[in-house]
């Protein structure tokens, strides 16, 4: 089908597409006798109504079905002619003139991928952290295990830092009580920060059974508009003081974790947290080489793939919020969100993806299969049953290619960094893994 090309711009593409009324007519012959066959027409057995009756009857369905096949056939035959690699889906417009004359005459406006050439790698400067496991960072390990099976007794004294208080108060704002502000067999470890500035200090030294008014000032940006900034007095009961007791590390604590015996424990903690920090390592090195390629190469990004990956986010969004709003008892619809939202981090991803891509194409990179199965090993390590996970990965498709697409990514990194200028830098274990949550969750064993 004859089709021509017009370049709007650097990305965009306009081709002008052209469908004989002769072929349309043939498609829509050949359709009608299909529909002939199967049709139930009233006053005729099936298979036996005249076709002038069947054109009659879906004469216009079976034109609009041609006409969207036909497009899409064009549309293909005029991408391969042109040797076009479209971003995103094309923009159609029909020349109504022409499709009442009887043949089809259309547009299609459509964005290809942008061409380019990833620049300024060698003016990367990466700083790359190196970290050894000391025996003082399983120690410290071993003490936020402890921590998780902290109990309690009562301590006859005053209290001090990190001791728990059961306490009853009440707030009042000059001689009226405010609303949220009184509680009973209240529990509160002082030093965790969870009332307002001033609340747990003014705890500090005091004892069983003794009451007071504690008088303090709510921040000026405190979530509550009518206490912002507010004098306020708490009256206080103490009802109990407890002191931390930390279980012993021995044979015992191992049991708390289900591991046979303090040696093996020890031994799985070491593992997570050279696992993680493994993770942890790669993940601060591609974070900079990440930055590194966006700051120096500018790409044309195609509208399409924005707005697609906008509304990927958009959905994902979405999709967190109902699943928070019914872990916390709450039902009813989330209302949607606007893309404008999401634009800025879509364009970043869109942009890094193609400067990535087009590495991989420059160095012709394939995922390494070596790299691939300790990934996975490492991934199934954290499970009880690592072998079965292994298992589950390789029969799923989507999570090998997830993985795989990972993989690449770090060789990537590699690839990179060889023309960087790169710098080591030694790093404590608490350093390197601050602000790591859900890397400390995946170390830490639950009891």
Not at 136 to 146: G, N, T, V, W, Y
Not at 215 to 243: M, N, S, W
Not at 419 to 440: D, I, P, R, T
Request: include cysteine; charged fraction near 35%.
């Amino acid at each position: 089908m004859p089709s021509t090309l017009e370049n709007v711009s650097n990305i965009k593409r306009k081709l002008s597409i052209n469908v004989p009324a002769a072929e349309i007519d043939q498609e829509a012959k050949k359709r009608l006798v299909e529909v002939s066959q199967q049709a139930r027409i009233p006053g005729f057995r099936p298979g036996k109504a005249p076709i002038d009756v069947i054109r009659k009857q879906y004469g216009a369905s079976i034109r609009s079905e041609i006409i969207t096949k036909l497009i899409e056939k064009s549309y293909g035959e005029a991408l391969m002619e042109h040797k076009l690699k479209p971003a995103g889906m094309p923009k159609i417009n029909i020349e109504e003139a022409s499709f009442k004359a009887g043949d089809l005459k259309y547009t299609a406006e459509l964005e290809v991928f942008p061409e380019f050439s990833v620049t300024g790698l060698d003016k990367l400067k990466l700083t790359k952290l190196t970290c050894t496991i000391e025996d003082a960072d399983l120690d410290a390990m071993f003490e936020k295990l402890r921590k998780q099976h902290i109990s309690w007794k009562e301590a006859k004294r005053a209290a001090k830092a990190e001791d728990r208080l059961t306490i009853d108060f009440e707030g009042f704002k000059g001689k009226e009580a405010f609303a949220g502000g009184k509680a009973e067999d209240f529990k509160i470890i002082l030093g965790s920060k969870t009332m307002i500035p001033g609340f747990e200090d003014a705890l500090i030294g005091k004892k069983a059974d003794e009451e007071f008014d504690m008088k303090l000032t709510f921040p000026e940006d405190y979530h509550a508009a009518e206490l912002k900034g507010q004098k306020v007095t708490f009256k206080i009961k103490v009802k109990a003081v407890e002191e931390p007791v930390l279980p012993k590390v021995d044979e015992a604590f191992a049991k708390l974790f289900d591991v046979k015996d303090l040696a093996t424990l020890k031994k799985e903690v070491k593992v997570n947290m050279e696992r993680e920090l493994d993770f942890t390592l790669k993940a601060k090195l591609k974070d900079q080489v990440i930055e590194g390629l966006l700051e120096h190469n500018k790409v044309e990004l195609p509208e399409a793939l924005v707005q697609e990956e906008a509304q990927r986010l958009a959905q994902g969004a979405q999709e967190r919020m109902k699943s928070w709003g019914q872990q916390q008892g709450q039902s009813g619809k989330i209302a949607d969100m606007p893309l404008d939202l999401f634009m800025p981090e879509a364009q970043k991803r869109v942009a890094l993806g193609l400067i990535m891509n087009r590495i991989i194409q420059d160095y012709k990179l394939q995922p390494d299969q070596a790299r691939i199965d300790t990934m996975v090993e490492k991934m199934a390590s954290i499970y009880d049953n690592p072998a079965e996970v292994i298992q589950f990965f390789k029969n799923n498709k989507q999570r090998m290619a997830e993985i795989e697409q990972v993989v690449l990514e770090e060789q990537v990194v590699d690839e990179v960094a060889k023309l960087a200028k790169v710098v080591e830098e030694k790093q404590g274990f608490e350093k390197v893994m601050e602000n790591n949550v859900s890397a400390m969750a995946n170390i830490l064993p639950q009891g």
